[in-house]
Nanobody
Framework: QVQLVESGGGLVQAGGSLRLSCAAS????????MSWFRQTPGKEREFVAT????????YYVDSVKGRFTISRDNAKNTVSLQMNSLKPEDTAVYYC????????????????????WGQGTQVTVSS
């Protein structure tokens, strides 16, 4: 069983930065990728970014390209999301997710493909 623990959320003004981290309880060579999703009240959880563990291939949703950077630390079994130039519309609960199956685009953008989820961390961006 994989356990994921997020940290790093908080309140920040528009234009500011936050860094989210997600620690996995298992050796990440057993995982194919880790991703970040976000959710606001009344809306479906949406894909934000993903990175593969072996090759470090990254993919971002268009709305965060150029502002967010996903990275991994294989030695620490963690994945991070550096969020810069934050906007009020980035306000959401952010979740990390892990997949142990190799999938291509667009399947890795679907919440249905992930078996392991963190508890979520709140990010609030004030205007």
């Amino acid at each position: 069983q994989v356990q994921l623990v997020e940290s790093g959320g908080g309140l920040v003004q528009a234009g500011g930065s936050l860094r989210l981290s997600c620690a996995a309880s298992v050796r990440t060579f057993s995982l194919s990728r880790m991703s970040w999703f976000r959710q606001t009240p009344g809306k479906e959880r949406e894909f934000v970014a993903t990175i593969t563990w072996s090759a470090g291939i990254k993919y971002y949703v268009d709305s965060v390209k150029g502002r967010f950077t996903i990275s991994r630390d294989n030695a620490k079994n963690t994945v991070s999301l550096q969020m810069n130039s934050l906007k009020p519309e980035d306000t959401a609960v952010y979740y990390c997710a892990a997949d142990d199956v190799v999938r291509g685009y667009p399947y890795f953008m679907s919440i249905k493909e992930y078996d392991y989820w963190g508890q979520g961390t709140q990010v609030t961006v004030s205007s």
